[in-house]
């Protein structure tokens, strides 16, 4: 692949995270057969653009002020390696869990397997204990959530 096709399959994952970061204007480059391996994902994986596109709308609504951080992007022909800082403050629900009112900010690293203009399989890797830390949800600090955590099972039960 020439240079000039190497740096548009960059831009491609460019504009890739400006989508995840709410451009719909940047939907084109994105596969309709997209598959994303995710751990935060249902089951860590997504086979549609449609699936992504859901779990990307719950996690704004969860953190509306989220924002994906390029911070360097290597890029090799149609492969291209991004590492990311991922940022926002937990406002909405996120996996049953109810607003914690914490930031979170954590590192992740992305690869994007680009064909004709469009991302179709993006691979993200992240610690999801460093982000359950930042929750407040692993032990001691826990302790601090489950009378809100209880409050919402019950309520949920009636």
């Avoid at 699936?51 to 609504?61: G, K, M, N, Q, T």
């Avoid at 991004?82 to 049953?96: D, I, M, P, S």
């Avoid at 900010?105 to 994007?112: D, K, L």
């Avoid at 001691?140 to 959530?145: A, I, K, S, Y």
């Amino acid at each position: 692949m020439t240079e000039t096709n190497t740096a548009q399959s960059e831009q491609v994952a460019r504009d890739f995270v400006a989508w995840e970061n709410g451009d719909d204007s940047k939907i084109d480059v994105v596969s309709e057969s997209l598959d994303m391996y995710n751990p935060g994902l249902p089951n860590g994986e997504a086979h549609h653009r449609e699936e992504v596109a859901a779990y990307l709308y719950e996690s704004r609504a969860a953190f509306p002020d989220a924002a994906f951080l390029i911070e360097e992007i290597v890029a090799d022909d149609n492969v291209i390696l991004a590492e990311l800082t991922v940022r926002g403050t937990h406002q909405g629900e996120f996996k049953g869990i109810p607003p914690t009112g914490r930031r979170v900010e954590f590192g992740a690293m992305a690869r994007y397997v680009v064909a004709d203009g469009k991302v179709e399989e993006c691979h993200v890797y992240y610690d999801t204990k460093t982000l359950a830390n930042q929750l407040g949800l692993t032990f001691p600090t826990v302790l601090g959530q489950l009378p809100k955590l209880i409050l919402r099972k019950l309520k949920a039960k009636l």
